[in-house]
C-alpha cells in the first residue's frame, strides 16, 4: 500500500466543510477590508527565499524542498506565501504603479520540519501582503484583520507585540546584543554560536532553557528603538487599545523570517498544544527594494489553517436539498431522471438501489437532506412522488410535474 508522504495529509469531508468555511470567512473578511485575490505559483527560484527569507533562517538553511529541475535550473516549493507576492508584485511593475494595493492568498506551502501535532510538511496559509503605506495604522489594521477572522471562527487567542526597529536603531542594537552575548560565548548552545555569525537577533527566540536564562539580562529590543521607532510602536499599541484589541509585549518576539523591520506579531492559541502560534505577521519595509524592486513600505500576516481547524466553531448544520431514492427497480431510472432536473436549483443526493422506505429514510437523514422523496410501484403508476419534510416532520404525495 502506498502512503501519503510524513507530515502532508488528505483533507476530506468534515475537514474539508471547516477548511472551506475558514476560507469563505477569511475571504469575505479580507474583501470587506479591501484587498483582493492574488495567486503565485508553487515552484519559484530557490534564490528567492535565499534573498528573502534569508540564508540564516531555519526555513531556508534546513527546511527547503529544493531541486534542480530538468533545466538545470535550482527550484524550490514555497515555503511560504510573502516573497512570492512581492515577486509578482514587481514583476508586474506594481512598484513603479505606486499607489496602494492590497492582496490576499492561500494555499499550500510545504517546509521539511519534524512533523508534530500542529506541525506539518505540506500545510496551508491564508495571507495577506498590503503595499504602499508606511502608516503604522495599517499594521493596527493588519492585526484587526487577523482578530475579525479570529472571532468570526469562534477562536479565542492572546496577541503577541514586538517592534524589531529599522536602519537607524536595529544595528546599533545588534551590536550591543552581540558583545552581551560573546561574553558567554562559551556557555551558550551550538545554535546560538552560528546565529551569532548569521543573525544575531534569533539568539532571542531561542529555544534552549539555558540559552534563555543567561540572555534574561541581554540588551532589550523596546528599550533601543530610535524615537520614530519608539513613536510607532506607541501609536499601534494606543490604536489597539482603542479598538479594543488586548496585547502582550514580547520583546524576545523576531520571528523566523529575516525580511522584518519595526511592527512584528504572533497570535497565539493556549488550546492546541506545543505549536501554538496561530498567525505571524509584521512590517518589511525593505524587501521589494531587496528584490530589485522600487522602495515600497509594506506589510502582511499569515495564519496557518491546520492550526486552527479544531478550533473553529461551526455554524449549526441546516437540513438542505433533497434525497431521492427508489422502493422499486423499475423506478430508478425515474428518480436518476429526476435528480439530474432537481439539481439545476437544489442539492440533491441519490441512491440508485431500490429499498425500503425506512432505509431510504435513514440514509436521507444521514446526508443532512430536508426532503426525503420516494417512489414506489404506486407512484410510479400514478406519476407521483411521496415527499418527507425531515425538518418539519410532514408529509405528502405530489404530482412529479409539481415535484
Ligand atoms: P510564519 O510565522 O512562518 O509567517 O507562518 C505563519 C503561520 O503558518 C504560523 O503562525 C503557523 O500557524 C503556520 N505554520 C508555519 N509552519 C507550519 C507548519 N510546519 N505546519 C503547520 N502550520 C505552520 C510567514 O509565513 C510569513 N510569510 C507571514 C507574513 C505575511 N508576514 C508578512 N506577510
Known sequence: MINSLRGMNDILSEDYERFTYFIN??????????FHFIETPLLEETALFKRSVGESSDIVGKEMYQFIDKGQNDVCLRPEGTAGVVRAFIQKKLD???GIQRYFYHGSMFRYERPQKGRLRQFHQFGVESFGVDSVYEDATMIMMVSDI???LGIGYRLQLNSLGDNNCMPDYRNKLVEFVQERKDNICEDCVKRLETNPIRVLDCK???CQELYENAPKLLQNLCSACEDDFNTLKKILEDNG????????????????SKTAFEFVSDDIGSQSAIAGGGRYDRLVEFLDGRSTPAVGFAIGIERLMELIVMPEASRDGYYIGAMDEEAVNLVVKLAHKKRKSDKVNIDYKAKNLQKHLKAADKVNAKYCAVIGSNELKDATIWVKDLENKTEETISLEDF
Request: aromatic letters at 12%.
Open 245 to 260: 484589541i488586548k496585547y502582550e509585549i514580547d520583546t524576545n518576539l523576531v520571528r523566523g523570517l529575516d525580511y522584518y
Open 96 to 98: 513603479k504603479a505606486g
Open 208 to 210: 534552549n532553557s539555558k
Open 25 to 34: 470567512t477569511a475571504t469575505d473578511i479580507a474583501q470587506k477590508y479591501g
Open 150 to 152: 479570529l472571532k468570526k
